[in-house]
């Protein structure tokens, strides 16, 4: 039996680092009580000066009420930082050794009603729950960089993980004023960073072949897809673009630019199923918006975005 | 001899379409006078309609002393809309034998001192500009949609180019509000679409594989790497997440992750020669600025990004 989502109270927050610190901040931002487990003394200054920065920023992007640095405390005593705790997010060093040594001492040590959610970016829960005596509570729940402003965590539970483990967890981040995830399935770099990678390798493609500098990569992205992507998702920027045919007519129309070279990485065949599951995907997202609402809405959010990034 | 910047104050833009309609209406956000060519009389409302929306976009974010619809006037006749004009900006039907056939006309009636830019997103100048008996002043310049929001104008010549139109291009282009990207090649895609491609192909075979929905992938993207990249392109971003060590500790310590599968794009090879020019690249757009800087000012923009998004 998991706990009552308002019964969630005190987080622990494991690790030091960018990801350890962003995490204690944002639940504090958020009113929760943190305790964080470093895992030395000598830690707790770089930690401190972490949860200090992005404390400037999640002021400015709004506290919820009772939030305050005072929720806050430090521990170096693993077993101490976890006494009465309502939920444990765990940044460890992404190693799977001392991932699956960690969740072996958790496993045991964690009251069995409380999730252990893991920040890894790399590795699957089904291989870091192999030494856990009570995997079924364990599930990856992954932020983005830095994790106190991005609000994406993607969320996909290991074999031997309680599927409704995987649909309270999401629940829970979505109390907690993040963006939740769920994956169909574990796959190496979950959704966002397989976007991101495959944009990547792209550019290190073109700056390798002399088509490009690392200026012109960043040149491009800001000042081009950038503003847009960020106010609306690829799909539905190219379903609003082809106007009232959406998605349909730009697969059925530009289909066959799939084929063409413009980036190194081939696309997949446009099978009629992958048709009609992007024509059903933006209908869904669209709803009974109408196309000319949603560019007007676009124009909207990209013009504020831009006057957001001048202004500063 | 190409006109003096100064002297620019009429600008002819060919096409009817939200990329010509788009740039006729950035133009007049900047104060120019434009003439519209359209090809029938038919398009006249669809062009006023799309430059109106552009309008409402483009008075947010600020027009130019002296901008006003006034100054559009609508031709159907392509000679009468070419009269005294300083500037082309071709935005016609992406067909090869079109494009060939019109830059074969203006060629001739267009005076020599005039560059005539192609909109194109899928021709290069070297095929557009084979009938046109003065090729030296026709070049690309691309934007990326909508025109009237997004900065970015990516400028490439064709084998008849001669630089110096190019280079005259992209200061034009600066000087009427946009941000150039002069190419180092003609390359399919240019860089910003080959970026956004990668992308929308990992995408696709993501749904093709039950791996993600539509509405995953564009979760994805708006709340993870999108507000960021908007502020940040992708190399500063590593750059800037790597700390003191930048983007040399970034290739160094985590270059074994290109060989990981996550994406389906293969990585090229990390050779010193690529290494070298990702490192000097970040090197030179961080300045003198510190990294602790640098990430300072990426939260304070992700925050307004967010902000602003969140406010509309």
């Known amino acids: 039996m998991l706990k009552r989502l308002n019964d969630i109270k005190l987080v622990t927050s494991i690790g030091a680092g960018p990801i350890g610190g962003g995490w204690a901040a944002h639940f504090l931002a958020q009113g929760f009580k943190v305790n964080a487990y470093l895992h030395s003394e000598d830690e707790i200054d770089i930690f401190n000066s972490i949860v200090k920065t992005a404390w400037v920023s999640l002021t400015d992007l709004g506290l919820a009420e009772g939030a305050s640095l005072q929720n806050l405390q430090i521990f170096t005593n693993l077993e101490e930082s976890l006494k009465g705790t309502h939920f444990v997010q765990e940044s460890a060093p992404e190693r799977l050794d001392i991932k699956q040594d960690l969740y072996e001492t958790l496993g045991r040590i964690v009251p069995i009603d409380v999730v252990i959610s893991s920040s890894t970016s790399g590795l699957t829960m089904t291989e870091i729950q192999q030494k856990c005596n009570t995997p079924e509570r364990t599930v990856i729940g992954h ?103 959406g998605m349909a007519t730009n697969l059925d129309q530009f289909g066959p630019a799939l084929k063409l070279p413009w980036t190194r990485l081939k696309a997949p065949e446009l099978t009629k199923d992958l048709r009609d599951k992007m024509v059903k995907g933006c209908a869904q997202m669209a709803g009974d918006q109408h196309f000319e609402e949603m560019a007007e809405d676009r124009d909207k959010k990209i013009v504020a975005v831009l006057n957001a990034i001048k202004s500063k």
């Open 143 to 245: 932020p983005f960089n830095p994790p106190y402003l991005l609000p994406l965590v993607e969320i996909v539970g290991g074999e031997k993980t309680n599927p409704d483990v995987v649909s309270w967890t999401a629940d829970f981040y979505k109390m907690a004023g993040k963006s939740p995830l769920v994956l169909k399935k574990e796959i190496p770099g979950f959704v966002a960073t397989r976007l991101q990678e495959a944009l990547w390798r792209e550019a290190l493609h073109m700056v390798a072949n002399g088509e490009a500098t690392p200026a012109d990569i960043d040149n491009a992205l800001i000042n081009g897809p950038a503003p847009r992507m960020a106010v609306q998702g690829q799909c539905m920027a190219f379903h609003v673009a082809c106007g009232e045919g």
